[in-house]
């Protein structure tokens, strides 16, 4: 019988600070301005204690209800922070066309000392105008039981599958907890993005590709680059095609995202470096996640740890970007639906620090792309934000920068190059958490 464990984001106790100690923390506080809320039903975080996820800047509050007749608007294009109660279903609506397809991602974050079980998640709901549903989404920790930032979306697609789903009206996204943390009293904070896609100038064809590359390349080789993730999906770092090397604490979350046009195809592998320290195993240490333009999951893979030698979570094969992908009946295919940015995101469980230390480790990430661009499939009018189903130059020009040819090479640099990096905001979020997890680890022991 498989024994289920739980993993836990570690709190502390406050302690009396050093004079520079408390300089130290103004500093990292003065750069998370703007990141951390205080949202209904939890408690505010320390001063000094950063979020485990940064949220878009331009986030607007919003507060979910407990029935559908109190239900707060949700905007397409627009990015909502909220919070997810531990009992019950929360509600928020849509006011929709006839024409175009919407959809909303929630994106999850565990308050720090939260548990996980592999079971424990989300579920998102979008109900059409007369309660049935149009899409429904579960999403868990899985095998990678470590408290993380996970993500479910919902969808109303105009279908002729779903005809109860084509008319416009008001619709409504329900999110909630599932598993054994539906039990428990915390809160946890809740990003939420509403976009909506133009229906087609012309009609094309209605039946997903059939063929097409399925066979894993060699893996890529070449000068890595050294490129910190951001700490949540507004803040992602732009990487193209290369290798990429970043450093990771257990506990930890990197969000990178890869600009990909119409016709191109994906691949994806994240490897950590063996360690010196420690004996054991971790289960699904290394988790790897991609997710498309509008946030929703399309793969997620994970990597057993046991410091003798490299763990590495790569993706299975996925096909080119294809608006008609939609009509396959595999997610992880009908997911490749857009062009735009796809989001890398990649976690290392907080267990590995019980028996590998606090870290932080090597993290590798060797991103391929393969396939000519194609045109467009010609909307007939503007997405939701706009542009976010276009690549945009600028992205282009940011992921390929730095990137050297075939052969070795370390890019490696030290942490405290991301104060002066210059690559954003995401990059100094990550080493603050990374101290914040090491000092709250090694509170909890002294206490």
Same mark, same amino acid.
């Given at each position: 019988?498989?024994?289920?464990?739980?993993?836990?984001?570690?709190?502390?106790?406050?302690?009396?600070?050093?004079?520079?100690?408390?300089?130290?923390? @103004?500093?990292?506080?003065?750069?998370?301005?703007?990141?951390?809320?205080?949202?209904?039903?939890?408690? @505010?975080?320390?001063?000094?204690?950063?979020?485990?996820?940064?949220?878009?800047?331009?986030?607007?509050?919003?507060?979910?209800?407990? =029935? @559908?007749?109190?239900?707060? /608007?949700?905007?397409?294009?627009?990015?909502?922070?909220?919070?997810?109660?531990?009992?019950?279903?929360?509600?928020?609506?849509? =006011?929709?066309?006839?024409?175009?397809?919407?959809?909303?991602?929630?994106?999850?974050?565990?308050?720090?000392?939260?548990?996980?079980?592999?079971?424990?998640?989300?579920?998102?709901?979008?109900?059409?105008?007369?309660?049935?549903?149009?899409?429904?989404?579960?999403?868990?920790?899985?095998?990678?039981?470590?408290?993380?930032?996970?993500?479910?979306?919902?969808?109303?697609?105009?279908?002729?599958?779903?005809?109860?789903?084509?008319? +416009?009206?008001?619709?409504?996204?329900?999110?909630?907890?599932? !598993?054994?943390?539906?039990?428990?009293?915390?809160?946890?904070?809740?990003?939420?993005?509403?976009?909506?896609?133009?229906?087609?100038?012309?009609?094309?064809?209605?039946?997903?590709?059939?063929?097409?590359?399925?066979?894993?390349?060699?893996?890529?080789?070449?000068?890595?680059?050294?490129? #910190? !993730?951001?700490?949540?999906?507004?803040?992602?770092?732009?990487? +193209?095609?290369?290798?990429?090397? =970043?450093?990771?604490?257990?506990?930890?979350?990197?969000?990178?995202?890869?600009?990909?046009?119409?016709?191109?195809?994906?691949?994806?592998?994240? #490897?950590?470096?063996?360690?010196?320290?420690?004996?054991?195993?971790?289960?699904?240490?290394?988790?790897?996640?991609?997710?498309?333009?509008?946030?929703?999951?399309?793969?997620?893979? =994970?990597?057993?740890?046991? !410091?003798?030698?490299? @763990?590495?979570?790569?993706?299975?094969? /996925?096909?080119?970007?294809?608006?008609?992908?939609?009509?396959?009946?595999?997610?992880?295919?009908?997911?490749?639906?857009?062009?735009?940015?796809?989001?890398?995101?990649?976690?290392?469980?907080?267990?590995?620090?019980?028996?590998?230390?606090?870290?932080?480790?090597?993290?590798?990430?060797?991103?391929?792309? #393969?396939?000519?661009?194609?045109?467009?499939?010609?909307?007939?009018? #503007?997405?939701?934000?706009?542009?976010?189903?276009?690549?945009?130059?600028?992205?282009?020009?940011?992921?390929?920068?730095?990137? +050297?040819?075939? !052969?070795?090479?370390?890019?490696?640099?030290?942490?405290?190059?991301?104060?002066?990096?210059?690559?954003?905001?995401?990059?100094?979020?990550?080493?603050?958490?990374?101290?914040?997890?090491?000092?709250?680890?090694?509170?909890?022991?002294?206490?």
């Amino acid at each position: 019988m498989r024994r289920r464990r739980t993993a836990r984001w570690r709190g502390a106790k406050e302690r009396r600070c050093h004079p520079s100690a408390r300089a130290r923390a @103004a500093v990292v506080g003065a750069l998370l301005l703007g990141t951390t809320a205080v949202l209904p039903g939890r408690p @505010a975080l320390a001063a000094d204690t950063p979020s485990p996820y940064a949220f878009a800047p331009d986030a607007r509050p919003v507060t979910g209800a407990a =029935s @559908a007749k109190d239900a707060a /608007l949700l905007t397409p294009g627009a990015t909502y922070k909220s919070s997810l109660r531990s009992g019950g279903k929360t509600y928020y609506r849509l =006011s929709l066309d006839a024409t175009s397809d919407a959809y909303v991602s929630a994106t999850a974050i565990p308050a720090p000392g939260s548990t996980a079980s592999d079971g424990d998640g989300i579920k998102v709901t979008v109900q059409g105008p007369d309660d049935r549903d149009c899409s429904r989404d579960t999403e868990t920790f899985g095998v990678a039981h470590s408290p993380r930032p996970i993500v479910a979306w919902g969808a109303r697609e105009v279908s002729a599958h779903r005809s109860y789903c084509r008319r +416009g009206g008001t619709y409504y996204v329900i999110v909630e907890r599932v !598993g054994t943390a539906n039990a428990t009293w915390d809160t946890w904070d809740l990003e939420l993005f509403a976009t909506s896609e133009p229906h087609l100038k012309q009609a094309g064809a209605t039946r997903a590709p059939e063929a097409w590359n399925s066979a894993s390349p060699t893996p890529l080789t070449g000068e890595v680059v050294r490129r #910190e !993730g951001g700490a949540g999906f507004a803040s992602a770092v732009s990487v +193209g095609q290369g290798v990429w090397s =970043s450093d990771i604490a257990p506990g930890g979350t990197l969000f990178y995202k890869v600009p990909l046009n119409w016709g191109r195809q994906l691949y994806a592998t994240a #490897e950590l470096d063996s360690s010196n320290s420690g004996a054991g195993s971790t289960a699904g240490a290394l988790n790897l996640s991609l997710y498309n333009p509008a946030r929703g999951l399309i793969d997620d893979v =994970s990597a057993h740890y046991n !410091g003798r030698q490299k @763990a590495a979570a790569e993706l299975r094969p /996925l096909p080119p970007v294809a608006y008609e992908n939609r009509y396959d009946g595999l997610a992880r295919y009908s997911r490749m639906r857009f062009a735009g940015s796809y989001y890398l995101v990649v976690h290392l469980s907080a267990e590995v620090a019980e028996t590998y230390g606090d870290g932080p480790f090597r993290l590798t990430l060797r991103v391929r792309m #393969e396939g000519a661009t194609e045109a467009g499939p010609g909307y007939a009018g #503007e997405s939701e934000p706009r542009g976010v189903f276009e690549v945009a130059a600028g992205d282009l020009g940011v992921a390929a920068g730095g990137q +050297g040819g075939e !052969g070795g090479g370390d890019g490696g640099t030290a942490m405290t190059v991301l104060a002066v990096s210059g690559i954003g905001a995401g990059t100094v979020l990550l080493g603050a958490l990374g101290v914040w997890t090491v000092v709250a680890r090694r509170r909890l022991r002294a206490w």
